[in-house]
């Protein structure tokens, strides 16, 4: 099919996820069609850096060998079985290897398919903790204003961003929000509702799709403190921020946080194939034990719950992490990403604010009409300039795969520089062309 009939179906047929279709059917759409290393390839060849890691899941870069051959062995041995009833190496062994990178005290995986399960799954468990405690009182959660935990009912239930969720406000559970870094807003609600509490839940260091909002040093670890204090659970969802994104493994361990139950998910298989897990500690778990008839078990379970390949590309994932010595490999990318962040972007008239952790990163852009797309324009000029980056609102939002090399991160940079000084130039022709 050429690229011309590719898109005409593309729009008879799709409906794509956060997208406006009205505007899509207006626009050429790019057809991704392969990709190697940081590069993005489209149906007629043209290459572009992979600015956002598509979407803020590959980490070693695409068509790696190693990770490539491990998907490729594991196939030929199963592609899926089940883990209801069932148990397979793969699982057992990535389990394992999570336990032995993850805070202390995490010592029990539970698999699922992507990050909103993840977080449903850690809701679930935290909520029915409380019951087999015999405390059914603490049935309320904490979350964060902006929070983002993905797009199912509970998760949406702990978030926070109006624009995806206020729609939803009739079909989800209240929870109580706390304004994001202010270590007294949760404090004051813990003092007031501490006992209905079963878990406070956060992004640590970084809430992602609020737009890279970055918390002050030491929240992280006040929190922890006060969900010790008032013996409530922390539930740290770290689906963006897991496998080296903010510069460590996880970024709880930035602040010597360990988390009562944890959401990996995005990075975990290095961006191959959909995997998700929530680890728990002991303590949660063994309240779940029991007779069959006590019914204490956890029912929650998908079809592809832990599915082989995916194990396969996620123990692949963190051997290259080993051999490549990744994590060192990328402080100097993000020193560098930080300076040339800092040379070439922030001092451009349509920027307001750059935050950052690690390599993620949201270039806030001063504020132009909703419908001037300003983000969206930025992402159309950087495309045109060889790089494929994907906003949130009018934050331009760059994270690279930690795979990225010192001169894909220049590239990447200047072309964003140079997209955000043509898009923000003249906003409202912009805006009447869009
Ligand atoms: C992306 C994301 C999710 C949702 O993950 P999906 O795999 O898209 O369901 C949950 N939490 C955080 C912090 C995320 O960034």
Redesign the pocket.
Known sequence: MTTRELAGQDKRALWHPFTQQQGWCEEEPLIIERAQGCTLYDTGGNGYLDGVSSL?CNVHGHGHPAIDRAVRDQLDRVAHTTMLGLSHPGAIELAERLVELAPDGLQRVFYSD??????EVALKMAFQYWRHRDMPERDGFICLRDA????TIG?VSVGGIDLFHACFGPLLFDAWQAEPGDIDAIAALLREQGERVAAVIV?PLVQ??AGILTHPDGYLRDVRALCDEHDVLLIC?E??TGFGRTGTMFACEQEGVAPDLM?V??GLTGGYM?L?ATLATERIYEAFLGEHEDLKTFFHGHTYTGNPLACAAALATLDVFEQERTLEAVAPKIALLHELLDELVAPLAGVREIRRRGLMVGIELHEFPLEARMGHQVTLAARRRGAVIRPLGDVVVLMPPLAMSADEICHLVQITAASVAEATARPVLLAAAA
């Open positions: 803020w992507n990050g909103s399960t993840a977080a983002y935990h993905g797009d998760s992004e992602g799709a969802d689906v963006a959401c998910a995005k959909p998700a």
